[in-house]
């Protein structure tokens, strides 16, 4: 199978370059760490999907929030320095 003819220009001299400069022995080489590269990056971006999606679904299924009144953030901060108060033994 030849895929040269299928590769544009500018990324045949990039290849050629590549070689040319030490990095990589073969076209192929380059190739398939690129292919590599790729399939990694799409694997990551998938990995990230799943698990933002189950955090969603985390905070879709938890309890329906309160209104963000003044009375809310005001217990919210009690509660946070509460939690601050004790981890410094204060």
Do not use: C
């Not at 045949?12 to 590549?18: G, H, K, P």
């Not at 080489?29 to 990995?47: C, G, K, N, P």
Request: charged share 30%; proline share 6%.
């Amino acid at each position: 199978m030849s895929i040269e003819p299928h590769i544009p220009p500018q990324l045949q001299q990039f290849i050629r370059d590549q070689i040319d400069a030490g990095r990589f022995d073969s076209e192929s080489e380059v190739i398939q760490t690129a292919l590599r590269l790729l399939e990694e990056q799409f694997h990551s971006r998938e990995s990230f999907h799943e698990w933002l999606k189950m955090e969603l679904d985390k905070g879709l299924d938890s309890r329906p929030g309160e209104p963000a009144t003044k009375e809310y953030w005001n217990r919210l901060r009690d509660r946070v320095n509460a939690d601050l108060a004790s981890r410094h033994g204060a």
